[in-house]
C-alpha cells in the first residue's frame, strides 16, 4: 500500500519559517511528479508549488520568492521550505504525487492526509 505521510506543520508567527515534509512509503516502482497543495476555511485546495522528477519547479504567484520546494529522490520525500510566512498562508497543506507501483504498475495519483501550517501572532 503506497501512503504519503506529511510532518512539520505547526503554529508560526508572521515572518517565521516551517519545513514541510512529505515520505513516499510502500512498494513503489517510481515516483513522477510531486506537489504540495493547501485548502484554507471555505476556500478551494489549490496548487502551491510542484517538482518533476528532474527536478523542475512551478510556484503559485502568492508563494514565489518565499516558498521553495525540492526533493530527495532517493528517500521517496519532497520538501517545501516556507520563508516569511503570513496570516493568509494558513491551510492545511496536503502532499501529492504521481506514483507508478504494484500490483497495476500504473501511474496514479496519491494524496497524503494534510498537515495544518498556522501563522498567527
Known amino acids: 500500500q503506497v501512503q504519503l505521510v506529511e510532518s512539520g506543520g505547526g503554529l508560526v508567527q508572521p515572518g517565521g519559517s516551517l519545513r514541510l515534509s512529505c515520505a513516499a512509503s510502500g512498494s513503489i516502482f517510481s515516483i513522477d511528479a510531486m506537489g504540495w497543495y493547501r485548502q484554507a476555511p471555505g476556500k478551494q485546495r489549490e496548487l502551491v508549488a510542484g517538482?518533476?522528477?528532474?527536478?523542475?519547479?512551478n510556484y503559485a504567484d502568492s508563494v514565489k520568492g518565499r516558498f521553495t520546494i525540492s526533493r530527495d529522490n532517493a528517500k521517496n520525500t519532497v520538501y517545501l521550505q516556507m520563508n516569511n510566512l503570513k496570516p493568509e498562508d494558513t491551510a492545511v497543506y496536503y502532499c501529492?504525487?504521481?506514483?507508478?507501483?504494484?500490483?497495476?504498475?500504473?501511474?496514479?495519483?496519491?494524496w497524503g492526509k494534510g498537515t495544518l501550517v498556522t501563522v498567527s501572532s
Open positions: 501529492n504525487a504521481d506514483i507508478t507501483a504494484p500490483p497495476t504498475w500504473s501511474r496514479a495519483n496519491y
Open positions: 517538482i518533476t522528477s528532474g527536478g523542475s519547479t
